[in-house]
């Protein structure tokens, strides 16, 4: 029998090529040839051939490679702030990153909105002088999506301000002009369908302008994964430290094959899904899309709010061995999540949309 179909918004459903390349890397021994080794450049440089074909990243934008994204946060901290942050806050991922800036003893100022919500560029406060702006493309605990529109307006009002997108839940599903900001970065295990243990982290030259100031005045950016060490030892094609090669090897092999499936099908499919995930709940009665606000609706992640427990609802489809995500924190059992990542066809989303749809509850 074959397994259950994760739904859940990361960990995830594995990209379905998964398999075939990790028999492929143990055949090859990937794991244990040495991060020195030319191998191993040749991987590093293919891997992020590919990353920087599949976000159209411009030439002067760097990739570097770290443990999670959570390690990310703290390193664009550590990195690129000496005083103080602002955070958009809608939702426990966005959140989160405000207190890393917090518990590094940075000043971090938030504008928060309810769940379900973005934070509009009218409400960012017009006097503060951050030296970093973070935004959450995504914001996986409640499905809602800032749009690019929005990001670009919040550009123009702190020109001086680095500008770090979190587009860790919804990036390479969607198309993003990543000129828009200055520095962004996921974790493989959502929208790549990879095992977790990578996070990726894309940098412009501001950001490498910056560090190299502050570290010049002799103030501390980090150890090893300080943006001047990771692009030394980038621009050898290697790490400071013995990475994670397994990790970067299938990350550089998915990357590929989503190149040959062709990256505007990738583009068009999840419009496609998000559309028939939302049709489904907006169906069902005892249903309705989380975030209303159209335009906000996350195509990646989507989350719906449930009249009765929540939790019913995901044992149903449980039986149907399809595993969506509970509500995040306080809304555990009143909303589901269901995450809407390339690794997800077509006709697996119809079939859970059918069985959403036509749920009758208890
Ligand atoms: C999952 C997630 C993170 C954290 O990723 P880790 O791999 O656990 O570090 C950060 N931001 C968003 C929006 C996420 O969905």
Known sequence: MPGPIFFTPGPSQLYHTVPEHIKTALKESIPSISHRSSQFQNIFATTRAHLKELFDLPDSYEIFFAGSATEIWERLIQNLVVNESLHLVNGSFSKRFQQISSELGRHSISVSCSEGLCVKPDELPV?????????????????????????????????????????????????????????????????????AGLGVWIVNQK??????????????????????????????????????????????????????????????????????????????????????????????????????????????????????????????????????????SRESIEMIADFIQNWEGK
Not at 165 to 185: E, K, R
């Open 127 to 195: 006097d503060a002088k951050p030296e970093l702006l973070a935004i959450t493309l995504n914001e996986t605990s409640t499905g809602a999506m800032q749009t690019a529109e929005e990001i670009k307006m919040m550009r123009s009002q702190f020109p001086e301000a680095i500008l770090a997108l979190d587009v860790v839940s919804i990036l390479p599903a969607v198309p993003f002009d990543m000129s828009l900001v200055d520095t962004a970065y996921l974790s493989v295990q959502k929208c790549f369908g990879l095992p």
């Open 207 to 344: 950001c490498l302008e910056r560090q190299q100031q502050l570290k010049g005045q002799g103030l501390s950016t980090g150890s090893y994964h300080q943006l001047s060490a990771l692009k030394e030892q980038g621009d050898k094609n290697q790490t400071p430290e013995t990475p994670n090669v397994l990790g970067i090897f299938l990350l550089g092999k998915v990357a590929e094959d989503m190149l040959k499936a062709g990256k505007e099908m990738m583009h068009r499919d999840t419009r496609y899904k998000a559309a028939v995930l939302y049709q489904a709940i907006s169906k069902n009665e005892l249903l309705e899309p989380f975030v209303e606000h159209r335009p906000h609706q996350s195509l990646s992640t989507i989350v719906a709010k449930t009249v009765q427990p929540s939790s019913l609802l995901i044992q149903y489809l449980k039986t149907k061995h399809l595993m969506v995500g509970s509500g995040y924190g306080p809304f555990k059992d009143q909303h589901i999540r269901i995450a809407n990542f390339p690794a997800h």
